[in-house]
């Protein structure tokens, strides 16, 4: 594929990778540089084909913004913006790249710099939604929250079908309180893809903001239910500092932890 096609395809995902040249040496290793579902393996990968000496330009590129991307997923982001910024003395006008380096910023806390990049992929790419939910979540922790739903919204202009900015929307709309116009994001998003667990968590929260615990419990455990062992482990730990839930910490749903989450639900204070 090549790098215009991709960087649009690339947009709409989360720390977006750069498909390397066809006939890159060691197709195997391009292979796995390229791959999302492993980081640890992407990492050596990427490594080994930077270390080959056997790249130069866009490909090497690509290496860097693919290693990068592993070193943030992995918990790195110190190391990924190093990558990042190899990737952009090669690839300078890459808007993907800018994107994953103001994530990488992000996770460090260091948000006003991620909203240059963020704004820098917008400038490159006007339709970037990606990267303008992203900088609106970091206006968010900024606590702009004004600003940072003009964001959800242009993102919502960008691309109507991108469901995280309705779900950003509605954690930024519930973070000010405002549960129904935040529970009506949250039902856009999972019309959109209702798969997405962090969407029904937070309209949890929502639900039980407004005092309807049945509705906030049964999103809570369609949370788990599609997150898995390590969003019930989360909720665990959390249930049994709130002296509600006296079970094992054990990321095993059942009756126990679902008593806990009713009266959870009930319980201003959880």
């Not at 066809?22 to 990492?43: K, W, Y």
């Not at 992929?121 to 970037?128: D, G, M, V, W, Y």
Request: hydrophobic fraction near 35%; proline fraction near 4%.
């Amino acid at each position: 594929m090549r790098f215009t096609a991709l960087a649009l395809l690339c947009a709409l995902f989360w720390g977006c990778f750069f498909a390397l040249p066809a006939g890159t040496a060691n197709a195997g290793l391009a292979t796995d540089c390229e791959q999302r579902q492993d980081s640890h393996l992407q990492l050596r990968s990427c490594d080994a084909l930077i270390e080959s000496g056997k790249l130069s330009g866009k490909g090497l590129g690509a290496a860097y913004n693919n290693r990068g991307t592993a070193y943030r997923r992995l918990g790195d982001p110190q190391r990924a913006i190093e990558d990042f910024d190899r990737a952009l003395t090669l690839l300078p006008d890459f808007a993907n790249i800018y994107n994953n380096r103001g994530y990488a910023y992000s996770n460090l806390g260091q948000y006003e710099k991620a909203i240059e990049d963020y704004s820098q992929a917008i400038r490159l790419n006007p339709k970037h939604a990606d990267a303008c939910t992203n900088r609106g979540d970091a206006k968010r922790s900024l606590g702009r929250h004004g600003d940072a739903i003009e964001d959800y919204d242009r993102a919502i202009l960008m691309d109507p079908g991108y469901a995280r900015a309705y779900q950003s929307k509605g954690y930024t709309l519930s973070l000010l309180g405002n549960y129904p116009a935040a529970i009506e994001n949250y039902d856009r998003a999972l019309a959109l893809s209702p798969d997405y667990a962090q969407a029904y968590h937070n309209r949890g929260m929502a639900y039980k903001a407004l005092g309807e615990a049945a509705r906030a419990v049964g999103d809570w455990e369609k949370s788990m239910a599609l997150a898995g062992a390590s969003e019930v482990l989360r909720w665990q730990q959390h249930l049994k500092e709130a002296r509600h839930y006296r079970g094992p910490i054990d990321g095993a749903f059942g009756p126990t932890v679902r008593g806990a989450l009713d009266a959870c639900a009930r319980d201003p204070a959880c």
